[in-house]
């Protein structure tokens, strides 16, 4: 395999982790592991929207810009075992290339109705830490499918940044308050704290906290950004409903 080749495959895996929300630091570990797996000695470079690869024997270097896509740990466990299997001897080099083939063309995403009803059962997780009526119980996990349902489908329509968002709290703020006006529960904070949950961007908190750490202060503090807006376009969109209910009840 040449180095162009080396160059061009281990790029792609490293785009299919940033794509797949992967951490800057595990991206260069695995892309240069799967370098010098294919006797190439790289340097990667990884930004929150880019990757850069470099040769170190001479300057052939490769750039690629990404999008952040959302998360799919699914893919990022694949292909850091794939890397580890290449790095041990396990496949061979044209297994490996196949195998990323295949995840680049062939990526799957779970059914929308799975992915709402998993959304209702994460919605009820805060109820398993304080007493709560069984009404409180069952509508946290209506409102939070109801919820993440328009979050689904704001992003497939509108191409306006943060839409989804908004519109998902806005959703969850107007049903959570219609329910304690129909006399469900006596407060509809507590029902609304709990249908929000699967809007907020726990992972990417996380991966942030954990790129600080590991010195990627960059990506760090742009992925603590970009949480801090998804959660504050959340909140937008509860204060609205909030309002909205308030003037015509």
């Given at each position: 395999m040449t180095e162009d080749e080396t160059l061009s495959i281990s790029l792609d895996a490293g785009v299919l982790l940033l794509s797949s929300g992967a951490e800057s630091f595990r991206i260069e570990e695995t892309v240069e592991r799967i370098a010098s797996s294919l006797n190439v000695n790289i340097i990667c470079y990884v930004t929150l929207t880019?990757?850069?690869?470099?040769?170190?024997?001479?300057?052939?270097?490769?750039?690629c810009k990404s999008k952040i896509a959302g998360f799919d740990l699914q893919i990022v466990d694949v292909i850091n075992e794939l890397s580890r299997s290449l790095e041990r001897g396990q496949i061979t080099s044209n297994d490996f290339i196949k195998r990323i083939e295949t995840i680049k063309n062939n990526r799957s995403s779970f059914s929308l109705p799975l992915k709402v009803l998993s959304a209702g059962l994460v919605a009820m997780a805060p109820s398993l830490i304080y007493n709560t009526s069984v009404i409180s119980y069952v509508s946290m996990f209506f409102i939070g499918m109801i919820g993440y349902y328009v979050y689904q489908y704001t992003e497939k329509k509108s191409s306006a940044?943060?839409?989804?968002?908004?519109?998902?709290?806005?959703?969850?703020?107007?049903?959570?308050?219609?329910?304690?006006?129909?006399?469900?529960y006596n407060h509809y904070q507590f029902v609304a704290l709990g249908a929000v949950m699967p809007l907020v961007p726990g992972l990417s908190i996380t991966n942030a906290?954990?790129?600080?750490?590991?010195?990627?202060i960059i990506s760090g503090i742009v992925r603590s950004m970009k949480s801090?807006?998804?959660?504050?376009?959340?909140?937008?969109?509860?204060?609205?409903?909030?309002?909205?209910?308030?003037f015509f009840y």
């Open positions: 880019s990757i850069m690869v470099s040769t170190t024997e001479n300057t052939k270097t490769k750039i940044i943060y839409a989804p968002e908004f519109m998902g709290g806005l959703a969850i703020g107007i049903f959570c308050l219609i329910g304690q006006y129909l006399g469900l906290i954990r790129e600080i750490i590991f010195g990627d801090l807006i998804i959660v504050s376009t959340l909140v937008a969109g509860l204060l609205v409903s909030i309002e909205l209910v308030q």
